[in-house]
């Protein structure tokens, strides 16, 4: 049986989600997605202007934090958008930690009198969290500051949603609405050959154009197939472990580092991940928050790779 050769992109690697959002020409892509995410509670996001991740905090560890996209709207509130590919050591702590630059950067104005413009984090997983694992249908979570006992809005200018994308499970016959086809498109437009007859609408035509692999310049192929060997040397990782029954373990490695009692054949599964990361070109932390080893041990796996 003939090997399936993609035609277009996986959004799920880095090149292939910034190419479809994070560039100049293609904004009012991501735009379209912001405003189906968005729209009901905020109104029509107008413009969208990037900016510089770089530019957000004072301390270098504030400078190493990086988003994948993080933008502006014509009102001045801001936009994190983050597509996250594996489970990672306390990571709505750090949407959390990462939402605090756009809010402390508005205190650099002189004059300011501690009004905030909104921020938002949207989050698109391609994992689900081990707490929602008994809930197949939600996939969709928006988050606010509320009142434990009302369950209402205390403050609405803070909003984090998460998008666990293994979930949505839709074919294209069951698509209903246009937050749907979003997230039919972000899931499987590298299975696709062809534009689904659900989706010829402009901004999707667009989108697909803009992904197709044939279109690309020599150096842009480079590029993609580099971020897609990252990604696909990453899921074999992960897959590797789950096939050997040690998933279970594995996961709890990943959230919460090595815990006492994880069997040596556990141990050693993640030693043989963390070479494959080393081998990749991960840095340190990444790595640490992956595999849940210690510093000192990759450390020692690093020299003797050397």
Known sequence: MAEFVERYINPFTDYGFKRLFG???NKDLLRDFLNVLLQEEQGEIVDLTYLKSEHLGTSELDRKAIFDLYCENDKGEKFIVELQKAKQNFFKDRTVYYSTFPIREQAKRADWNYELKAVYTIAILDFVFDEDK?????FRYDVKLTDTETKQVFYDKLTFIYLEMPKFNKTVDELESRFDKWLYVLRNLNRLDKVPDKLRERVFEKLFETAEIAKFTPDQIRSYEDSLKYYRDLKNSLDTAKEEGIM???????????????????????????KNALKMGLSMQAIIQLTGLSESLIEQLRIKLE
């Open 23 to 25: 560039e100049e020409p």
């Open 248 to 274: 279970e373990g594995f996961e709890k490695g990943i959230e919460k580092g090595i815990e006492k009692g994880i069997e040596k054949g556990m141990e050693k599964e993640k030693v043989e991940v963390a």
């Open 134 to 138: 008994n809930d197949p249908t939600k």
